[in-house]
C-alpha cells in the first residue's frame, strides 16, 4: 500500500525559500511517477514539478527556474526546493504518485495517490 508524508510547509516572507519533504512507501510500477501539486483557495489542483524513475524532472511554467524537484530513492524521500518564493506560491502543496506525469497534470487523476497536504504561506 502506498503511502505518503509531506512536512517542511510553513509560512515565509516574499523572496524566500522553504524545502518540502515527502516520504513514500509501497511505490510500485503504477506508481513509478512521483511530483507536486498545489492547490489555492478557489483554484483547481495543478501540476507543479514532477519526476519520473529516470530522474527526468518536468515543471510548470510559473515554477520554472525557481523551483528544483528531486528525490532519494535510498531514503525514499522526494523533495521540492522552492526559492524565492511569491505571495502567489500560497497554497496547499500535495506530494503525488501515479504512472506518469503528463497523464498525472492532464488525466482525469483518479489513479493519482495523493499525501495529506501541507501549507504554504508567502506574504509580501
Known amino acids: 500500500q502506498l503511502e505518503l508524508v509531506e512536512s517542511g510547509g510553513g509560512s515565509v516572507q516574499a523572496g524566500g525559500s522553504l524545502r518540502l519533504s515527502c516520504a513514500f512507501s509501497?511505490?510500485?510500477?503504477?506508481?513509478?511517477?512521483m511530483g507536486w501539486f498545489r492547490q489555492a483557495p478557489g483554484k483547481e489542483r495543478e501540476g507543479v514539478a514532477g519526476?519520473?524513475?529516470?530522474?527526468?524532472?518536468d515543471y510548470s511554467d510559473s515554477v520554472k527556474g525557481r523551483f528544483i524537484i528531486s528525490k532519494d530513492n535510498s531514503k525514499k524521500v522526494l523533495y521540492l526546493q522552492m526559492n524565492s518564493l511569491e505571495p502567489e506560491d500560497t497554497a496547499i502543496y500535495y506530494c503525488?504518485?501515479?504512472?506518469?506525469?503528463?497523464?498525472?497534470?492532464?488525466?482525469?487523476?483518479?489513479?493519482?495517490?495523493w499525501g495529506q497536504g501541507t501549507q504554504v504561506t508567502v506574504s509580501s
Open positions: 503525488a504518485a501515479g504512472v506518469s506525469w503528463w497523464l498525472m497534470v492532464n488525466g482525469k487523476r483518479e489513479h493519482v495517490y
Open positions: 509501497g511505490v510500485s510500477y503504477a506508481t513509478q511517477t
Open positions: 519526476i519520473d524513475n529516470d530522474g527526468n524532472t
